[in-house]
């Protein structure tokens, strides 16, 4: 058995031996990490995310930055026969406008980089 599996177990029945109540009990175990993980299918629908793009201790302009993600599931089966297969879009990009420039110049420059990336995604 895997050492962290069995550290986890022996943890769990220390709790459970406290002369605790049972919601405190619960509570703590809940509080342990699971070491072991699960493969779930991939999710579908939409998410997106935008952060903002400036520094307040180097003020040479500001932006945005986000990422998008669109996934539709095809198949969602179980097991080996039926595999959980998903496909999606998936972009990250970001605009900047920076203000620095050669002198005697007052014209802003505006940046913009992205990527997208169409794939599948599944468990199989």
């Known amino acids: 058995m895997d050492p962290a599996v069995k550290s986890r177990q022996a943890i769990v029945e220390m709790i459970d031996d406290m002369p605790i109540n049972s919601k405190f009990k619960a509570l703590l175990i809940s509080q342990i990490p699971n070491p072991v993980q699960k493969i779930s299918p991939p ?10 793009l400036f520094d307040p201790f180097d003020p040479k302009g500001f932006g945005v930055k986000g990422n998008a993600q669109f996934t539709v599931r095809v198949t969602g089966g ?32 505006v940046d913009l980089e992205g990527k997208i990336f169409l794939g599948v995604q599944g468990t199989f």
């Open 43 to 52: 999710p579908t629908g939409f998410k997106w995310g935008l952060a903002p």
């Open 78 to 109: 179980v097991g080996p026969q039926h595999p959980n297969i998903v496909l999606g879009a998936w972009g990250d990009g970001k605009v900047f406008l920076d203000f620095t420039g050669k002198q005697g110049q007052s014209r802003p420059r």
